[in-house]
Protein backbone atom coordinates (compact mmCIF):
# COMPACT_ATOMS: atom_id res chain seq x y z
CA UNK A 1 0.00 0.00 0.00
CA UNK A 2 2.73 2.91 0.80
CA UNK A 3 4.27 1.69 -2.64
CA UNK A 4 1.52 2.51 -4.45
CA UNK A 5 1.23 5.77 -2.36
CA UNK A 6 4.90 6.69 -3.19
CA UNK A 7 3.64 6.29 -6.97
CA UNK A 8 0.87 8.12 -6.71
CA UNK A 9 3.39 11.00 -4.76
CA UNK A 10 5.59 10.94 -7.82
CA UNK A 11 3.44 11.67 -10.52
CA UNK A 12 1.39 14.64 -8.50
CA UNK A 13 3.17 17.55 -7.39
CA UNK A 14 2.46 19.24 -3.97
CA UNK A 15 -0.38 21.34 -3.61
CA UNK A 16 -2.10 20.36 -7.28
CA UNK A 17 -4.37 17.40 -5.59
CA UNK A 18 -5.16 14.84 -7.89
CA UNK A 19 -3.31 16.50 -11.24
CA UNK A 20 -1.60 13.98 -13.64
CA UNK A 21 1.74 15.74 -14.46
CA UNK A 22 2.35 14.99 -18.06
CA UNK A 23 6.08 15.66 -19.09
CA UNK A 24 6.21 18.74 -21.52
CA UNK A 25 2.32 19.43 -20.80
CA UNK A 26 1.38 23.23 -20.10
CA UNK A 27 1.25 24.54 -17.01
CA UNK A 28 -2.81 24.56 -16.21
CA UNK A 29 -2.74 28.46 -15.00
CA UNK A 30 -1.04 28.99 -18.67
CA UNK A 31 -3.92 26.47 -20.45
CA UNK A 32 -6.48 28.42 -18.34
CA UNK A 33 -5.67 31.78 -19.26
CA UNK A 34 -5.15 30.70 -22.63
CA UNK A 35 -8.37 28.82 -23.30
CA UNK A 36 -11.13 30.20 -20.25
CA UNK A 37 -12.61 32.87 -22.56
CA UNK A 38 -13.24 31.09 -25.72
CA UNK A 39 -14.80 28.33 -23.73
CA UNK A 40 -16.75 30.37 -21.94
CA UNK A 41 -18.23 32.30 -24.86
CA UNK A 42 -18.56 28.93 -26.35
CA UNK A 43 -20.79 27.99 -23.59
CA UNK A 44 -22.57 31.43 -23.13
CA UNK A 45 -23.88 30.55 -26.83
CA UNK A 46 -25.21 27.39 -26.06
CA UNK A 47 -26.79 28.27 -22.85
CA UNK A 48 -27.94 31.72 -23.15
CA UNK A 49 -27.22 32.14 -19.46
CA UNK A 50 -24.01 33.62 -18.33
CA UNK A 51 -23.88 32.38 -14.76
CA UNK A 52 -24.30 28.85 -15.67
CA UNK A 53 -22.13 29.03 -18.69
CA UNK A 54 -19.46 30.31 -16.02
CA UNK A 55 -20.37 26.96 -14.06
CA UNK A 56 -19.75 24.99 -17.00
CA UNK A 57 -16.77 26.39 -18.18
CA UNK A 58 -15.36 25.97 -14.45
CA UNK A 59 -16.27 22.46 -14.38
CA UNK A 60 -14.81 21.68 -18.05
CA UNK A 61 -11.30 23.09 -16.26
CA UNK A 62 -12.33 21.07 -13.17
CA UNK A 63 -12.05 17.91 -15.66
CA UNK A 64 -8.78 19.40 -17.70
CA UNK A 65 -6.87 19.67 -14.18
CA UNK A 66 -7.94 16.40 -12.65
CA UNK A 67 -8.64 14.08 -15.68
CA UNK A 68 -6.78 15.61 -18.52
CA UNK A 69 -7.05 14.06 -21.67
CA UNK A 70 -4.23 11.27 -22.82
CA UNK A 71 -2.92 13.47 -25.81
CA UNK A 72 -2.44 16.81 -25.40
CA UNK A 73 -2.20 18.04 -28.61
CA UNK A 74 -5.10 20.21 -29.14
CA UNK A 75 -6.26 21.18 -25.90
CA UNK A 76 -8.83 23.59 -27.29
CA UNK A 77 -10.67 20.88 -29.08
CA UNK A 78 -10.82 18.89 -26.22
CA UNK A 79 -12.42 21.49 -23.46
CA UNK A 80 -14.67 22.64 -26.20
CA UNK A 81 -16.07 19.43 -26.81
CA UNK A 82 -16.06 18.52 -22.75
CA UNK A 83 -17.93 22.41 -22.35
CA UNK A 84 -20.45 21.01 -24.98
CA UNK A 85 -21.16 18.23 -23.51
CA UNK A 86 -21.58 19.59 -20.16
CA UNK A 87 -23.57 22.19 -21.49
CA UNK A 88 -26.17 19.88 -23.14
CA UNK A 89 -26.45 17.87 -19.92
CA UNK A 90 -27.12 20.70 -18.13
CA UNK A 91 -29.77 21.77 -20.74
CA UNK A 92 -31.38 18.41 -20.29
CA UNK A 93 -31.44 18.24 -16.75
CA UNK A 94 -32.92 21.67 -16.17
CA UNK A 95 -35.54 20.86 -18.60
CA UNK A 96 -36.17 17.72 -16.35
CA UNK A 97 -36.45 19.93 -13.47
CA UNK A 98 -38.72 22.19 -15.33
CA UNK A 99 -41.06 19.58 -16.34
CA UNK A 100 -40.94 17.77 -12.88
CA UNK A 101 -41.78 21.45 -11.06
CA UNK A 102 -44.47 22.06 -13.50
CA UNK A 103 -45.69 18.87 -12.71
CA UNK A 104 -45.70 19.40 -8.89
CA UNK A 105 -47.06 22.56 -9.31
CA UNK A 106 -44.34 24.32 -7.66
CA UNK A 107 -44.67 26.12 -11.09
CA UNK A 108 -47.61 27.28 -13.75
CA UNK A 109 -46.35 26.92 -17.59
CA UNK A 110 -46.14 30.65 -17.55
CA UNK A 111 -44.13 30.74 -14.89
CA UNK A 112 -41.26 28.38 -15.63
CA UNK A 113 -39.83 31.04 -18.66
CA UNK A 114 -37.98 33.67 -17.06
CA UNK A 115 -37.74 37.23 -18.27
CA UNK A 116 -34.46 36.71 -19.59
CA UNK A 117 -35.62 33.46 -21.96
CA UNK A 118 -37.87 36.64 -23.03
CA UNK A 119 -35.22 38.84 -23.77
CA UNK A 120 -33.23 36.56 -25.51
CA UNK A 121 -36.30 35.66 -28.10
CA UNK A 122 -35.88 38.16 -30.70
CA UNK A 123 -37.21 36.62 -33.65
CA UNK A 124 -35.04 35.69 -35.71
CA UNK A 125 -32.57 34.39 -33.39
CA UNK A 126 -35.04 32.20 -31.37
CA UNK A 127 -35.62 30.62 -35.00
CA UNK A 128 -32.69 29.66 -35.09
CA UNK A 129 -31.75 28.54 -32.05
CA UNK A 130 -34.72 26.17 -32.06
CA UNK A 131 -33.81 25.00 -35.74
CA UNK A 132 -30.60 23.95 -34.28
CA UNK A 133 -32.08 22.23 -30.84
CA UNK A 134 -33.70 20.37 -33.75
CA UNK A 135 -30.46 19.12 -35.32
CA UNK A 136 -28.58 15.95 -34.12
CA UNK A 137 -25.87 17.12 -31.26
CA UNK A 138 -23.09 16.53 -34.19
CA UNK A 139 -24.73 18.61 -36.68
CA UNK A 140 -25.51 21.46 -34.12
CA UNK A 141 -21.89 21.36 -32.67
CA UNK A 142 -20.49 21.17 -36.14
CA UNK A 143 -22.20 24.17 -37.21
CA UNK A 144 -21.38 26.22 -34.06
CA UNK A 145 -17.88 25.40 -34.07
CA UNK A 146 -17.31 26.42 -37.79
CA UNK A 147 -19.64 29.43 -36.85
CA UNK A 148 -17.21 30.11 -34.22
CA UNK A 149 -14.20 30.17 -36.45
CA UNK A 150 -12.79 26.88 -35.94
CA UNK A 151 -10.32 24.77 -38.44
CA UNK A 152 -11.75 22.16 -40.45
CA UNK A 153 -8.98 19.89 -37.52
CA UNK A 154 -10.50 20.85 -34.81
CA UNK A 155 -13.99 20.53 -35.53
CA UNK A 156 -12.97 16.89 -36.30
CA UNK A 157 -10.71 16.00 -33.33
CA UNK A 158 -13.69 17.68 -31.31
CA UNK A 159 -16.36 15.26 -32.88
CA UNK A 160 -14.06 12.28 -33.13
CA UNK A 161 -14.01 12.32 -37.11
CA UNK A 162 -11.31 12.52 -39.59
CA UNK A 163 -10.52 16.19 -41.37
CA UNK A 164 -11.83 15.13 -44.26
CA UNK A 165 -14.98 14.01 -43.37
CA UNK A 166 -15.86 17.69 -41.47
CA UNK A 167 -16.91 19.50 -44.86
CA UNK A 168 -19.14 17.16 -46.12
CA UNK A 169 -20.61 16.79 -42.53
CA UNK A 170 -20.65 20.60 -42.20
CA UNK A 171 -22.31 20.68 -45.65
CA UNK A 172 -25.21 18.22 -44.93
CA UNK A 173 -25.83 19.81 -41.45
CA UNK A 174 -25.96 23.27 -43.15
CA UNK A 175 -28.62 21.76 -45.51
CA UNK A 176 -30.84 20.21 -42.61
CA UNK A 177 -30.53 23.19 -41.03
CA UNK A 178 -32.02 25.39 -43.79
CA UNK A 179 -34.47 22.59 -44.06
CA UNK A 180 -35.98 22.74 -41.06
CA UNK A 181 -35.63 26.48 -41.14
CA UNK A 182 -37.05 27.21 -44.48
CA UNK A 183 -40.33 25.17 -43.42
CA UNK A 184 -40.73 27.33 -40.13
CA UNK A 185 -40.79 30.42 -42.42
CA UNK A 186 -43.31 29.18 -44.47
CA UNK A 187 -45.44 28.18 -41.60
Known amino acids: MAEKARKRDARIG ?8 IPGAPDFRELFEAHYAGVFRWT ?8 AAEDVTQEA ?6 SPPAEQTNISAW ?15 EKSRRERETKSGALTP ?12 IEGLAEAKRT ?12 LLRAAGYSY ?20 AQAKF ?6 KKEV
Not at 132 to 143: A, N, P, T
Open 14 to 21: PGHGRLRI
Open 44 to 51: SYLLADPA
Open 61 to 66: FMKLLY
Open 79 to 93: LNKVAANLAFNYLRS
Open 110 to 121: NTADSAEDHTVE
Open 132 to 143: LGRLESRDRLCL
Open 153 to 172: EEIGEAIGVKKSSVGTILVR
Open 178 to 183: MEIYGN
